[in-house]
């Protein structure tokens, strides 16, 4: 409907009731045939359009059913249609599952950690062709994206903080600063690459996230440090992509699109508490989908796949401004636990104890009876949980409001084994070198490290400076895997296989020269300095206790997301800081100032030139000295001849 | 200027060049006859030497450089020329030639004609007399062909021409057998295994009124497919001559045509992307916004809302209802479009509106008047299709909560709706789903509950029919519309919707490919691809056929060519590199250009200047020496 050139008042006035608010306008009522009486209501129909006259522009309308035949012949096909019934025991089960759980560990540093994990399981194959999809719990724009794009896994990870490992011990699912984004391709994708752009642009618009901003100067395909965590046994790496934005910053609306996934949005269950004014206010803040297909039983004769949604904080404690150290619920997320999500098949909260067997360190109210032992990143902690289906959970006042008040803040952390810190050496604009450390705190065995650096085209790795040392000597890397960057185009990448010996520092260092950029390369602000993502570091860290191996077993969910091969050791991954590197930047008025001084010193050396050829050089009488010119006046005066 | 320094102290030397060269500038620089004659009475007066000896060497070099000086003015003048030519004939082309846009050749003739819409459609009937509906001797002068031609002017630039060939004949062995049927169905299918007429024509049977196939009160039967059965009546057949009995028949086939082949409005309202409406029938114009614009494809997504997942378990068998209820019509609109199917289930979903609870139904209802703000919560929840942008068409299901159980929409006149559902136009519909008869005194919660999707999908189909564009009118009095069968569509209800859909396909793939025209025209310097003048040339191309295909009655093809047309011009329309956003404006450009053009451009034009003023003043010189 636009601008009209009819004068009609009335119909002016249509245009704007239109275009200002909708009106709402029912017009002809027919009643719905009921099939099983199967009267035909046409001449009734007509009557009725007949006499209703059109009084205002309907927007709204009653659906008048009037294909009796329709759905006659369709009940007809169907043979029976099945009447609404309640109904009895035989409901088929549902193929969907969903679970949920919240962990909270206060942590040595005093801060409290607490983890989220939402974890859907559907019965289904999203690469048959030509399916009607039906979702139930599974959110429909992630199934879309996997059956359009032949996702085999996709894990994608939006972070605002640094998890420092050394206070705070390692992380249950491990994300680095900024936005990460790996995706497992079908064998069947052709264009890898064209699907991956695809992608990537349609996950930015689900996570309202700047994702689009991925292309190939900043994905790799990492040969082995991104291995499916699903089942699946995928060697061959085109199929894998790779692809961080440290400078990509996380906030509400990045977190509006993540609740929406789960079933009960944040309306009941856990989610209640995802209040995003509590949760970005905290020390860290990490959120991640993980979509995967997992083994249904211990064979892995059927599988299905596994939607994870996870959500990582750190509150600080100290910043709420408060003396006594004292956590509720509701004084972190300023909402009580009142229900489980309905859906839900479990929901339950954990408390990490270990540390306070006897309750000597803090105090839990409301206490539980219920401990669970879980072993976790190669140790055994216990747990008391909270099983939120279970109505005596939240007691007479109908609500939860878990508290832990602290006795003492003595307790020692365990360090963990394996930690790394990255940072840029040198000075000056022109080089660099980029120091990796590598801690193994095992006192006695030694572990292999995977090591990944993706680093931007525009720091120019001298790969032949590459160095790995270890207390002093020289470690040779049992494995490397080095692709060079391409101008504008692709990022270095590297990737060694390094064997840490036990309670030392491996160094890898290697020198870099600073690229310069054309000038609208550039981003906004350049001086604040180019991230560099972080270097990844898988490892399989020898467990002091014996690992579960059997994935299809029920486990808490925050000990089940890594795959776990053999007993004696498990996964890690540890992610380094992001670097910040200042590149040489112009000032950026120079190409306006630069045409003009060029224009300028063309334009003198042209005009001379011109006047050279064009002029026509003659002497002048030499003008008369000013002495001699006003001699010649006085003389003048005087009435003598002049000079 | 030269001839000033000549001065008379020079003049009196008595130096043979002196002389000569004085006497030559005298004679070439005619500039100062005065001073000529000053000069020659200098040199005879011959004045004494004086202090001029001590000066003389400088003098005689003063004059030798005066005497060059003709030959270099010329000189001067011919470097400025030559350099102002070499920045004409080289300078400016190459500045030109090197900040010049690519710009691909378009088809800007055949797009203007484009402008101008000349729609022509043309329609097959066969007009079939049975037995006993034509006397002999009418009978002799059959087999006939007339054809019909109307026009319509819509607005300046937009013509309507459409074209009815009627063919008359009478009927064969085969098919009197096949009227003998019976009923009137039983003859309509069996008429339709004799001969499958194809897209977009018709078939008329004029049957004897004493044929049984049809009711007393029907005289005209519209089949499922592209057949109809008209009776003839007694005082048609006064006539004695085959004109007259045609005469008496053609405003009953005139109906038949107007219901089941296309009529003119809805021609008129597919081309509401060409032609501004003018303020008609305002129920035509609701009609029109109601269904969806044409588009190569469509999402539909059914969406059961469960606000209450604590007291309703629902289950749906949406995957059953959709291959039984909603399949066969797809499939039977699959030319038109393409169509892709899916279901979720969203807890928790508020309506925007708290329902009322009203005691004289014992119920809680929804106004007409706030069905309006009903959509918009649930609508962000709905999401949209991550896998494509085409136009989702949502059904939605709502089974109310227990604490607004049972739940009814009540229209303006505060009459329940019978099928509690209502749609959106071009959005999609909504119905609300009761479950409050599973409440009982002693009812354990969650309730489960098994939706019966018959009913359901009875509302939805219908809401369906309406957002495609399936116009269900109600016919004129005395005919007969067979019920639509299996599928959900009679073939000629599929025919009128390929008739209006390549008409407003082909009206907005014009106004798109004349808009992208204008605005490349408009805006100079913008980029034109080639791969965006391939697309508009494939887009034009595709126009041309269509209209043709149109004029000769090949829907099929019209409908395809129309849909490639859209498609072309869509993608030339939408294609990145034409973001103008991309180009400086020109006042910049020019900010850039002058600190170089400025100072090249003022010598250039002052020497030119002063060349033609000289010129003149020569000229001037010239006719004064003559007069």
């Given at each position: 409907?636009?601008?009209?050139?009819?004068?009609?008042?009335?119909?002016?006035?249509?245009?704007?009731?239109?275009?200002?608010?909708?009106?709402?306008?029912?017009?002809?009522?027919?009643?719905?045939?009921?099939?099983?009486?199967?009267?035909?209501?046409?001449?009734?129909?007509?009557?009725?359009?007949?006499?209703?006259?059109a009084?205002?522009?309907?927007?709204?309308?009653?659906?008048?059913?009037?294909?009796?035949?329709?759905?006659?012949?369709?009940?007809d096909?169907?043979?029976?249609?099945?009447?609404?019934?309640?109904?009895?025991?035989?409901?088929?089960?549902?193929?969907?599952?969903?679970?949920?759980?919240?962990?909270?560990?206060?942590?040595?540093?005093?801060?409290?950690?607490a983890s989220?994990?939402?974890?859907?399981?559907?019965?289904?194959?999203?690469?048959?062709?030509?399916?009607?999809?039906?979702?139930?719990?599974?959110?429909?724009s992630?199934?879309?994206?996997?059956?359009?794009?032949?996702?085999?896994?996709?894990?994608?990870?939006?972070?605002?903080?640094?998890?420092?490992?050394?206070?705070?011990?390692?992380?249950?699912?491990?994300?680095?600063?900024?936005?990460?984004?790996?995706?497992?391709?079908?064998?069947?994708?052709?264009?890898?690459?064209?699907?991956?752009?695809?992608?990537?642009?349609?996950?930015?618009?689900?996570?309202?996230?700047?994702?689009?901003?991925?292309?190939?100067?900043?994905?790799?395909?990492?040969?082995?440090?991104?291995?499916?965590?699903?089942i699946?046994?995928?060697?061959?790496?085109?199929?894998?992509?790779?692809?961080?934005?440290?400078?990509?910053?996380?906030?509400?609306?990045?977190?509006?699109?993540?609740?929406?996934?789960?079933?009960?949005?944040?309306?009941?269950?856990?989610?209640?508490?995802?209040?995003?004014?509590?949760?970005?206010?905290?020390?860290?803040?990490?959120?991640a989908?993980?979509?995967?297909?997992?083994?249904?039983?211990?064979?892995?004769?059927?599988?299905?796949?596994?939607?994870?949604?996870?959500?990582?904080?750190?509150?600080?404690?100290?910043?709420?401004?408060?003396?006594?150290?004292?956590?509720?619920?509701?004084?972190?997320?300023?909402?009580?636990?009142?229900?489980?999500?309905?859906?839900?098949?479990?929901?339950?909260?954990?408390?990490?104890?270990?540390?306070?067997?006897?309750?000597?360190?803090?105090?839990?109210?409301?206490?539980?009876?219920?401990?669970?032992?879980?072993?976790?990143?190669?140790?055994?902690?216990?747990?008391s949980?909270?099983?939120?289906?279970?109505?005596?959970?939240?007691?007479?006042?109908?609500?939860?409001?878990?508290?832990?008040?602290?006795?003492?803040?003595?307790?020692?952390?365990?360090?963990?084994?394996?930690?790394?810190?990255?940072?840029?050496?040198?000075?000056?604009?022109?080089?660099?070198?980029?120091?990796?450390?590598m801690?193994?705190?095992?006192?006695?065995?030694?572990?292999?490290?995977?090591?990944?650096?993706?680093?931007?085209?525009?720091?120019?790795?001298?790969i032949?400076?590459?160095?790995?040392?270890?207390?002093?000597?020289?470690?040779?890397?049992?494995y490397?895997?080095?692709?060079?960057?391409?101008?504008?185009?692709?990022?270095?990448?590297?990737?060694?296989?390094?064997?840490?010996?036990?309670?030392?520092?491996?160094?890898?260092?290697?020198?870099?020269?600073?690229?310069?950029?054309?000038?609208?390369?550039?981003?906004?602000?350049?001086?604040?300095?180019f991230?560099?993502?972080?270097?990844?570091?898988?490892?399989?860290?020898?467990?002091?206790?014996?690992?579960?191996?059997?994935?299809?077993?029920?486990?808490?969910?925050?000990?089940?997301f890594?795959?776990?091969?053999?007993?004696?050791?498990?996964f890690?991954?540890?992610?380094?800081?992001?670097?910040?590197?200042?590149?040489?930047?112009?000032?950026?008025?120079?190409?306006?100032?630069?045409?003009?001084?060029?224009?300028?010193?063309?334009?003198?050396?042209?005009?001379?030139?011109?006047n050279?050829?064009?002029?026509?050089?003659?002497?002048?009488?030499?003008?008369?000295?000013?002495?001699?010119?006003i001699?010649?006046?006085?003389?003048?005066?005087?009435?003598?001849?002049?000079? | 200027?030269?001839?000033?320094?000549?001065?008379?102290p020079?003049?009196?030397?008595?130096?043979?060049?002196?002389?000569?060269?004085?006497?030559?500038?005298?004679?070439?620089?005619?500039?100062?006859p005065?001073?000529?004659?000053?000069?020659?009475?200098?040199?005879?007066?011959?004045?004494?030497?004086?202090?001029?000896?001590?000066?003389?060497p400088?003098?005689?070099?003063?004059?030798?450089?005066?005497?060059?000086?003709?030959?270099?003015?010329?000189?001067g003048?011919?470097?400025?020329?030559?350099?102002?030519?070499?920045?004409?004939?080289?300078?400016?082309?190459?500045?030109?030639?090197?900040?010049?846009?690519?710009?691909?050749?378009?088809?800007?003739?055949?797009?203007?004609?484009?402008?101008?819409?000349?729609?022509?459609?043309?329609?097959?009937?066969?007009?079939?007399?049975?037995?006993?509906?034509?006397t002999?001797?009418?009978?002799?002068?059959?087999?006939?062909?007339?054809?019909?031609?109307?026009?319509?002017?819509v607005?300046?630039?937009?013509?309507?021409?459409?074209?009815?060939?009627?063919?008359?004949?009478?009927?064969?062995?085969?098919?009197?057998?096949?009227?003998?049927?019976?009923?009137?169905?039983?003859?309509?299918?069996?008429?339709?295994?004799?001969?499958?007429?194809?897209?977009?024509?018709?078939?008329?049977y004029?049957?004897?009124?004493?044929?049984?196939?049809?009711?007393?009160?029907v005289?005209?039967?519209?089949g499922?497919?592209?057949?109809?059965?008209?009776?003839?009546?007694?005082?048609?057949?006064?006539?004695?001559?085959?004109?007259?009995?045609?005469?008496?028949?053609?405003?009953?086939i005139k109906?038949?045509?107007?219901?089941?082949?296309?009529?003119?409005?809805?021609?008129?309202?597919?081309?509401?992307?060409?032609?501004?409406?003018?303020?008609?029938?305002?129920?035509?114009?609701?009609?029109?916004?109601?269904?969806?614009k044409?588009?190569?494809?469509?999402?539909?997504?059914?969406?059961?809302?469960?606000?209450?997942?604590?007291?309703?378990?629902?289950?749906?068998d949406?995957?059953?209802?959709v291959?039984?209820?909603?399949?066969?019509?797809?499939?039977?609109?699959?030319?038109?479009?393409?169509?892709?199917?899916?279901?979720?289930t969203?807890?928790?979903?508020?309506?925007?509106?708290?329902?009322?609870?009203?005691?004289?139904?014992?119920?809680?209802?929804?106004?007409?008047?706030?069905?309006?703000?009903?959509?918009?919560?649930?609508?962000?929840?709905?999401?949209?299709?991550?896998?494509?942008s085409n136009?989702?068409?949502?059904?939605?299901?709502?089974?109310?909560d227990?604490?607004?159980?049972?739940?009814?929409?009540?229209?303006?006149?505060?009459?329940?709706?019978?099928?509690?559902?209502?749609?959106?136009p071009?959005?999609?519909?909504?119905?609300?789903?009761?479950?409050?008869?599973?409440?009982?005194?002693e009812?354990?919660?969650?309730?489960?509950?098994?939706?019966?999707?018959?009913?359901?999908?009875?509302?939805?189909?219908?809401?369906?029919?309406?957002?495609?564009?399936?116009?269900?009118?109600?016919?004129?009095?005395?005919?007969?519309?067979?019920?639509?069968?299996?599928?959900?569509?009679?073939?000629?209800?599929?025919?009128?919707?390929?008739?209006?859909?390549?008409?407003?396909?082909?009206?907005?793939?014009?106004?798109?490919?004349?808009?992208?025209?204008?605005?490349?025209?408009?805006?100079g310097?913008?980029?034109?691809?080639?791969n965006?003048?391939?697309?508009?040339?494939?887009?034009?191309?595709?126009?041309?056929?269509?209209?043709?295909?149109?004029?000769?009655?090949?829907?099929g093809?019209?409908l395809?060519?129309?849909?490639?047309?859209?498609?072309?011009?869509?993608?030339?329309?939408?294609?990145p590199?034409?973001?103008?956003?991309?180009?400086?404006?020109?006042?910049?450009?020019?900010?850039?250009?002058i600190p170089?053009?400025?100072?090249?451009?003022?010598?250039?034009?002052?020497?030119?200047?002063?060349?033609?003023?000289?010129a003149?003043?020569?000229r001037?010189?010239?006719?004064?020496?003559?007069?």
């Amino acid at each position: 409907m636009a601008a009209h050139r009819c004068s009609w008042w009335s119909w002016l006035l249509i245009l704007f009731s239109l275009s200002v608010f909708v009106v709402a306008d029912i017009h002809e009522t027919t009643p719905v045939n009921d099939h099983h009486g199967g009267v035909d209501h046409n001449a009734q129909t007509a009557e009725q359009t007949a006499d209703q006259p059109a009084v205002e522009e309907r927007r709204w309308e009653a659906t008048e059913v009037k294909e009796a035949a329709t759905v006659d012949a369709a009940a007809d096909i169907q043979g029976t249609s099945a009447p609404e019934t309640v109904v009895p025991s035989s409901v088929p089960q549902p193929k969907d599952d969903f679970q949920e759980e919240l962990v909270i560990r206060p942590l040595h540093s005093g801060d409290i950690y607490a983890s989220f994990q939402f974890r859907t399981l559907w019965d289904t194959d999203f690469m048959r062709e030509n399916k009607v999809s039906h979702y139930r719990l599974f959110p429909k724009s992630l199934g879309q994206v996997i059956s359009k794009f032949s996702v085999r896994e996709l894990h994608i990870s939006f972070t605002q903080g640094y998890w420092r490992t050394m206070q705070w011990g390692q992380p249950f699912i491990p994300s680095p600063p900024g936005a990460e984004l790996w995706v497992w391709f079908q064998d069947s994708v052709t264009d890898v690459d064209a699907t991956w752009k695809e992608l990537t642009n349609v996950l930015s618009g689900i996570f309202c996230a700047s994702l689009n901003f991925i292309d190939s100067t900043n994905t790799v395909q990492p040969s082995a440090s991104f291995k499916p965590l699903g089942i699946g046994n995928v060697t061959d790496h085109s199929f894998v992509r790779y692809a961080t934005l440290p400078r990509e910053i996380v906030c509400t609306e990045n977190l509006t699109p993540w609740k929406k996934l789960l079933p009960c949005g944040s309306k009941a269950g856990l989610a209640v508490l995802l209040k995003s004014e509590k949760l970005f206010h905290s020390s860290f803040h990490s959120q991640a989908v993980h979509i995967r297909s997992v083994c249904q039983d211990w064979q892995c004769k059927t599988t299905s796949w596994e939607l994870r949604q996870t959500l990582n904080s750190v509150f600080d404690l100290h910043n709420s401004g408060q003396t006594k150290r004292e956590w509720s619920l509701f004084k972190m997320f300023s909402r009580t636990l009142t229900e489980a999500c309905p859906l839900a098949s479990s929901s339950k909260l954990y408390i990490d104890i270990t540390d306070n067997p006897q309750g000597e360190q803090f105090e839990l109210s409301p206490a539980t009876s219920l401990l669970s032992q879980a072993v976790v990143l190669g140790d055994r902690r216990t747990f008391s949980v909270y099983d939120l289906t279970q109505e005596t959970t939240f007691g007479s006042v109908r609500s939860l409001n878990l508290l832990i008040r602290w006795k003492s803040n003595e307790g020692e952390m365990l360090r963990p084994l394996l930690h790394a810190e990255r940072y840029v050496a040198g000075y000056g604009l022109q080089t660099g070198e980029i120091h990796t450390l590598m801690y193994n705190n095992h006192p006695y065995r030694s572990f292999p490290v995977l090591l990944l650096d993706s680093v931007p085209w525009y720091l120019r790795l001298y790969i032949h400076t590459l160095s790995v040392t270890s207390k002093g000597k020289d470690n040779k890397p049992s494995y490397i895997h080095y692709e060079p960057s391409k101008d504008r185009v692709k990022p270095h990448l590297l990737e060694m296989l390094i064997q840490l010996p036990p309670n030392s520092v491996t160094e890898v260092t290697v020198q870099f020269e600073r690229a310069l950029l054309k000038w609208t390369e550039y981003p906004p602000d350049p001086n604040h300095g180019f991230y560099v993502g972080s270097s990844v570091i898988s490892s399989l860290v020898p467990s002091t206790v014996a690992m579960h191996t059997n994935s299809t077993q029920e486990r808490p969910l925050f000990s089940s997301f890594f795959p776990c091969k053999e007993e004696s050791s498990y996964f890690v991954r540890i992610y380094t800081e992001p670097l910040l590197v200042n590149l040489p930047t112009p000032d950026f008025s120079m190409p306006y100032n630069v045409i003009c001084l060029t224009c300028t010193v063309v334009a003198v050396g042209y005009g001379s030139l011109y006047n050279l050829l064009t002029r026509s050089f003659q002497i002048e009488e030499p003008n008369p000295g000013l002495a001699k010119r006003i001699a010649n006046v006085i003389r003048r005066m005087r009435g003598v001849p002049p000079l | 200027m030269a001839v000033m320094q000549v001065d008379v102290p020079l003049v009196s030397l008595p130096d043979r060049t002196t002389t000569i060269c004085a006497s030559s500038v005298s004679d070439k620089c005619s500039s100062t006859p005065g001073h000529h004659k000053e000069l020659s009475s200098g040199y005879s007066a011959s004045t004494p030497r004086t202090s001029a000896t001590a000066q003389r060497p400088v003098k005689i070099f003063q004059t030798t450089i005066l005497c060059v000086c003709l030959p270099e003015r010329r000189r001067g003048q011919l470097a400025a020329l030559s350099i102002a030519a070499v920045v004409i004939i080289v300078g400016v082309p190459l500045w030109w030639r090197t900040t010049e846009t690519y710009r691909a050749w378009l088809p800007v003739s055949q797009i203007k004609d484009l402008a101008k819409l000349q729609l022509h459609l043309s329609a097959d009937v066969e007009v079939v007399f049975a037995r006993g509906t034509v006397t002999p001797e009418q009978q002799k002068k059959v087999p006939l062909t007339q054809t019909q031609d109307e026009e319509h002017t819509v607005d300046e630039d937009t013509t309507l021409r459409y074209r009815y060939e009627t063919k008359y004949r009478t009927a064969t062995i085969m098919e009197e057998d096949a009227l003998k049927k019976p009923t009137a169905a039983e003859a309509d299918l069996s008429l339709h295994m004799l001969s499958e007429s194809p897209c977009g024509s018709l078939v008329v049977y004029v049957i004897p009124e004493s044929s049984s196939l049809l009711p007393e009160d029907v005289n005209v039967y519209i089949g499922q497919r592209r057949t109809a059965l008209v009776r003839i009546s007694a005082q048609m057949r006064v006539g004695k001559t085959l004109e007259q009995l045609l005469a008496q028949l053609e405003p009953q086939i005139k109906q038949v045509l107007q219901v089941m082949s296309f009529s003119h409005t809805d021609i008129t309202v597919a081309l509401s992307d060409r032609v501004r409406f003018r303020p008609g029938n305002k129920e035509s114009i609701a009609d029109s916004m109601r269904a969806f614009k044409s588009s190569p494809g469509y999402e539909i997504t059914f969406s059961l809302l469960n606000p209450d997942p604590k007291s309703h378990q629902l289950h749906w068998d949406i995957e059953g209802a959709v291959q039984t209820y909603i399949q066969p019509l797809l499939t039977k609109l699959s030319p038109l479009a393409n169509f892709s199917m899916d279901s979720q289930t969203l807890y928790y979903t508020m309506l925007g509106v708290t329902p009322r609870f009203d005691s004289s139904f014992e119920a809680y209802t929804l106004n007409a008047d706030s069905l309006a703000h009903v959509i918009n919560p649930v609508e962000a929840r709905l999401g949209s299709n991550a896998a494509s942008s085409n136009p989702v068409l949502n059904f939605l299901l709502y089974v109310p909560d227990i604490r607004h159980s049972p739940l009814y929409i009540h229209d303006h006149r505060k009459q329940e709706v019978p099928s509690n559902a209502f749609h959106s136009p071009r959005w999609g519909g909504i119905m609300v789903y009761n479950v409050n008869g599973f409440y009982g005194s002693e009812t354990e919660f969650p309730v489960h509950v098994n939706i019966n999707m018959a009913k359901v999908m009875g509302v939805f189909l219908a809401q369906l029919r309406l957002l495609l564009g399936v116009q269900s009118l109600s016919p004129p009095p005395g005919f007969l519309v067979a019920p639509c069968g299996s599928a959900g569509l009679a073939d000629w209800e599929l025919d009128r919707l390929m008739w209006s859909r390549s008409v407003e396909n082909i009206a907005t793939a014009t106004t798109t490919i004349t808009s992208l025209a204008q605005l490349l025209d408009q805006i100079g310097n913008i980029v034109i691809n080639d791969n965006i003048a391939q697309q508009v040339s494939s887009a034009v191309t595709s126009l041309q056929l269509a209209m043709a295909e149109l004029e000769v009655g090949n829907l099929g093809f019209a409908l395809q060519y129309s849909k490639e047309a859209i498609l072309a011009s869509e993608k030339a329309f939408f294609d990145p590199s034409l973001l103008h956003l991309l180009y400086f404006p020109d006042d910049q450009k020019f900010a850039i250009y002058i600190p170089l053009f400025l100072p090249m451009c003022v010598p250039i034009l002052l020497s030119m200047l002063k060349i033609v003023s000289e010129a003149r003043q020569r000229r001037r010189e010239k006719q004064a020496k003559k007069e």
